[in-house]
């Protein structure tokens, strides 16, 4: 099992986001990471998404089937909890192929509760 984390970050008066990715195995060593520059989505729940989309991308290209996927954007969570026929979020960032990529468990935090994760 591999234990996948992604992040946004909105720099607003530069005029772009970050996006990062990390993939560990379970001893916790970080196997592949990555930081992505786009250009500034309207909300920071998009953003979010976006870094949800990438961390599965990667997960795919690098063939890691079992992946725990964690994000502390309440919304993008609930979106990767969903059937596929409810990722209206994920949907704007034009992920469809939910079928193709890693097997998701426990997609969030689990030392987290609710109102520890932000509500974007």
């Not at 520059?37 to 795919?60: C, D, G, S, Y």
Request: charged letters at 20%; glycine letters at 6%.
């Amino acid at each position: 099992m591999y234990k996948a984390n992604f992040d946004a970050a909105l720099f607003e008066h530069l005029g772009f986001a970050g996006l990062g990715v990390v993939v560990r195995d379970c001893c916790g060593n970080v196997l592949v990471a990555l930081s992505q520059k786009v250009a500034l989505p309207q909300f920071v729940e998009m953003a979010e998404a976006l870094a949800a989309k990438r961390v599965l991308q990667l997960a795919t290209e690098m063939s890691f089937l079992r992946v725990m996927v964690e994000g502390d954007c309440k919304r993008v969570v609930q979106a990767l909890q969903a059937p596929v026929w409810t990722w209206g979020l994920m949907d704007k960032v034009n992920y469809r192929g939910r079928d193709s990529h890693p097997q998701l468990t426990h997609p969030h935090k689990p030392e987290t509760n609710d109102k520890e994760i932000n509500n974007c």
